[in-house]
Each structure stands twice: as structure tokens, then as C-alpha cells.
């Protein structure tokens, strides 16, 4: 069977949480099962295909711009979950610092799209080591000792 997914399928603002796109561009697509990240701009589309029995989960996230450098930004949150983005508690930008941080519940690998390799990268105010491959940045966050969240920040 074969489908076809766009950004522009989803109720942005609908739900519990509707979430404002005015303005965004362009969008990372996160495909769980063939681990792939593609940015598609509001009413492109991706083909998926499925064998019978099988399923593809797709994490779609508007991209930010940080504007001091000028760096695309987008979180895809644990990928070793379902609901990759559900991980995502919370999400903040500081212009002026060229910094991103995310409130994540939960641990595993950590992914977010970003167009340059951050400067350093921490989780509740340690550096943590990081991979950055196809402008995706990858890092493990580990399970906290307390029901909190753990607060990973990006600093370009």
C-alpha cells in the first residue's frame, strides 16, 4: 500500500495543544520506521509505502529560524519512542543567546534538525557529548533520579 503524508494533512490548530505555523516555511519530517528526516515545505508531500503488517510513524515539526545566524531549527524528540515528539514537554527559543531548549520527559536518543552543528549541547546544565550527521544533532538523555523533566539546551 502506498500513501502520501504532507505538513499540511495535520489540524495544526486543533487539540488540547493547537500549535501556530504562521510564518513557518518549511517542516522536518522524522520517518520512524526507515530512520530518515526529510524537510518538506507546507503542501509537499512524501511518499510512504508499507508491506502488509508493517506501519510508518511520522514526526512532523515546524522549523524555527534563529535569527542571529540564521540557523533552522526543529525538534523530533526520543526517537526510540512511538510518539517521538510526545517526548517534547516543553520548547523555548533565546534570540539573543542563538539558543534552544527543550523539557523532555523520558530518555533514549534525543534528535532535533538543525541547518549548522551547535556550539555544545546540555542536559540540566551539563555539556553532554553529541553527534551531529545530515544536519541532525543526536545525543542520549538519560533517565533523571526524580519525576522532572530533564531540560536539554542547543547553543549555536
Same mark, same amino acid.
Given at each position: 500500500? *502506498?500513501?502520501?503524508?504532507? $505538513?499540511?494533512?495535520? &489540524?495544526? !490548530?486543533? !487539540?488540547?495543544? $493547537?500549535?501556530?505555523?504562521?510564518?513557518?516555511?518549511?517542516?522536518?519530517?522524522?520517518?520512524?520506521?526507515?530512520?530518515? =528526516?526529510?524537510? =518538506?515545505?507546507?503542501?509537499?508531500?512524501? &511518499?510512504?509505502?508499507? &508491506? $502488509?503488517?508493517?506501519?510508518?510513524?511520522? *514526526?512532523?515539526?515546524?522549523?524555527? /529560524?534563529?535569527?542571529?545566524?540564521? /540557523?533552522?531549527?526543529?525538534?523530533?524528540?526520543?526517537?526510540?519512542?512511538?510518539?517521538?515528539? !510526545?517526548?517534547?514537554?516543553? =520548547?523555548?527559543?533565546?534570540?539573543? &543567546?542563538?539558543?534552544?531548549?527543550? +523539557?523532555?520527559? !523520558?530518555? +533514549?536518543?534525543?534528535?532535533?534538525?538543525?541547518?549548522?552543528?551547535?556550539?555544545?549541547?546540555? /542536559?540540566? +546544565?551539563?555539556?553532554?557529548?553529541?553527534?551531529?550527521?545530515?544536519? *541532525?544533532?543526536? =545525543?542520549?538523555?538519560?533517565? $533523571?533520579?526524580?519525576?522532572?523533566?530533564?531540560?536539554?539546551?542547543?547553543?549555536?
Amino acid at each position: 500500500m *502506498t500513501c502520501f503524508a504532507s $505538513p499540511q494533512d495535520i &489540524e495544526w !490548530g486543533k !487539540g488540547k495543544h $493547537p500549535v501556530c505555523i504562521k510564518g513557518v516555511d518549511v517542516f522536518a519530517v522524522y520517518m520512524f520506521k526507515d530512520d530518515k =528526516l526529510k524537510l =518538506l515545505k507546507y503542501t509537499e508531500s512524501v &511518499e510512504v509505502s508499507l &508491506e $502488509p503488517f508493517s506501519c510508518e510513524l511520522l *514526526t512532523v515539526s515546524p522549523v524555527v /529560524i534563529l535569527p542571529r545566524k540564521s /540557523i533552522q531549527f526543529a525538534p523530533i524528540g526520543l526517537v526510540n519512542m512511538l510518539n517521538s515528539g !510526545g517526548s517534547i514537554m516543553s =520548547l523555548e527559543f533565546d534570540q539573543q &543567546e542563538n539558543l534552544a531548549r527543550i +523539557g523532555v520527559r !523520558g530518555h +533514549g536518543e534525543m534528535r532535533v534538525f538543525a541547518s549548522e552543528k551547535p556550539e555544545s549541547v546540555k /542536559i540540566d +546544565g551539563e555539556s553532554v557529548e553529541f553527534d551531529y550527521v545530515d544536519r *541532525t544533532v543526536r =545525543l542520549q538523555v538519560s533517565w $533523571p533520579c526524580s519525576s522532572r523533566l530533564s531540560v536539554v539546551e542547543y547553543l549555536f
